[in-house]
């Protein structure tokens, strides 16, 4: 038998509301993925943040997850208890979240919110954990390091936050980054800026990168397969070059229903969902 080289396996994966009666939220999903860049989309409510969130062991109670398997390096996640997971979060994968006006220590500064992982993860000395701070911040292209560990998260712009939020998530090299909805916060043009900076590093550092979005045009150009949730379910799985030719119903509704020049006073496509619950 050989090797199974993929770097994350979920087979039915499913995140429950305990009860008499067990709500799933999340509804025996089942994917794999390697070292690349996959993109995990639909509406809001679809499950796909919290999807996410049991590949972190970060579910708030008193959700749960259940799967047949779900592992991540060949580490089997179900079984990780909270010190396990805690060695895991940070070395093996990492999260950048929405918005780092929430996500960052005000109180704080950037540089010792950078270290903190090494601290945590390593056994470096004071310079090293320096001189890598710094590294990686000029890594994510923030500008004068040195002066800007200093600061304070108020006084970066969102971008500058956002790659701060990326260094932090990235400085202990992990084989999987997974980001949620990071350039919600952030106008048209700084977001393609920070979506480039990630598929660059991804690339680069040779991890694989879960992008969490509901936008279908954005995952096209940045990722290379996709998978598409509605109400808890994975309902499409297809490459990323072939969403505008999608053939399920919910991917290709998803797919047309952004405004854009093109379709300025004229009316968006609705999803017939009667049609959608008869074909799942």
Known sequence: MGIDNRLLIADRLSVLLPAPQPVALVKEISFSMGQERLALVGESGSGKSLTARAL???????????AQRLTLGGDELTRLNERQWNRLRGTKV??????????????????KQVEEPLLLHTSLGRAERREKVLDMLAAVGLPDPAALRQRYPHQLS???????????ALINDPQLLIADEPTSALDHQMR???????ENLVEQRNMGLILISHDLQQVAHYCERVLVMYKGELLDQLPAD?????????TRTLW???????THGK???VLDRALLEALK
Do not use: F, W
């Open 242 to 250: 072939r969403l505008a030719s999608a053939t399920h119903p919910y």
């Open 158 to 168: 969102g971008g500058m936050g956002q790659r701060v939020m990326l260094a932090i």
């Open 192 to 198: 393609d800026q920070v979506l480039q900076l990630i």
């Open 94 to 111: 990492a999260m950048v979240m929405q918005d780092p006006k929430h996500a960052l220590n005000p109180t704080q500064p950037i540089g």
């Open 56 to 66: 972190m062991g970060l579910l708030p109670p008193p959700l749960q997850v259940r």
């Open 256 to 262: 047309s229903c952004r405004p854009s020049r093109e």
């Open 267 to 269: 009316p968006l496509p």
